[in-house]
């Protein structure tokens, strides 16, 4: 199983110092903002590998090195100079499992209503860790994992192939094999 501590620990980290630096009315949709930004990064990469575009790799650190760096790319280039646009344009998107129109309408309620902005705050962490699978399991594939064996390995479970895996099943397959068992045994609310 992979360890998806460090994950959590980027995403606590990045929640606090956030609330130190925004306002109440700035930081929720600033969580929103990131959670936006990683899940059109990971679906470029994701879709990349899906097209074969990617280069097979020797082992997995060379293959979680070169995903890490094709996933950098991808947000400088293609995200970061589209991100604002796109979630204006298309706020009923669905980027595997994330809808900015969602998740701001989230963010607005939060602004006021600490329940609203602790839901929020774990699903920044959550879909940071989900979203972190979605890389590990390009990384592997790309050394030559199987998917049921990729799967299998990040999980502790074993499941039958699926017929397709896009960006969003595959978010979804680690939302209930990897992610939520995690994240009920892992996290804690900053307080």
């Given at each position: 199983?992979i360890?998806?501590?460090?994950?959590?620990?980027?995403?606590?980290?990045?929640?606090?110092?956030?609330?130190?630096?925004?306002?109440?009315s700035?930081?929720?949709?600033?969580?929103?903002?990131?959670?936006?930004y990683?899940?059109?990064?990971?679906?470029?990469?994701?879709?990349?590998?899906?097209?074969?575009?990617?280069?097979?790799?020797?082992?997995?650190?060379?293959?979680?090195?070169y995903?890490?760096?094709?996933?950098?790319?991808?947000?400088?280039?293609e995200?970061?100079?589209?991100?604002?646009?796109?979630?204006?344009?298309?706020?009923?998107e669905?980027?595997?499992?994330?809808?900015?129109?969602?998740?701001?309408?989230?963010?607005?309620?939060?602004?006021?209503?600490?329940?609203?902005?602790?839901?929020?705050?774990?699903s920044?962490?959550?879909?940071?860790?989900?979203?972190?699978?979605?890389?590990?399991?390009?990384?592997?594939?790309?050394?030559?994992?199987?998917e049921?064996?990729?799967?299998?390995?990040?999980?502790?479970?074993?499941?039958?192939?699926?017929?397709?895996?896009?960006?969003?099943?595959?978010?979804?397959?680690?939302?209930?094999?990897?992610?939520?068992?995690?994240?009920?045994?892992?996290?804690?609310?900053l307080p």
């Amino acid at each position: 199983m992979i360890d998806l501590r460090p994950a959590l620990n980027e995403a606590m980290r990045n929640i606090q110092t956030w609330r130190n630096k925004y306002p109440s009315s700035v930081y929720p949709h600033k969580i929103v903002l990131n959670m936006m930004y990683r899940a059109y990064s990971t679906r470029i990469v994701f879709e990349a590998f899906q097209n074969d575009d990617l280069v097979e790799q020797d082992n997995i650190q060379d293959a979680m090195n070169y995903v890490m760096q094709i996933y950098s790319q991808s947000a400088a280039q293609e995200v970061h100079p589209n991100l604002m646009n796109w979630m204006a344009t298309r706020p009923n998107e669905q980027v595997g499992t994330l809808c900015t129109a969602r998740y701001e309408a989230l963010a607005s309620r939060a602004e006021t209503d600490k329940q609203a902005l602790e839901e929020l705050e774990f699903s920044y962490a959550f879909e940071l860790l989900n979203d972190m699978s979605v890389l590990y399991f390009i990384a592997l594939r790309l050394s030559g994992y199987s998917e049921v064996d990729t799967i299998s390995q990040m999980s502790g479970v074993i499941i039958e192939q699926l017929e397709y895996m896009d960006y969003s099943i595959t978010k979804q397959v680690f939302q209930q094999l990897l992610v939520s068992r995690f994240m009920h045994f892992n996290y804690q609310p900053l307080p």
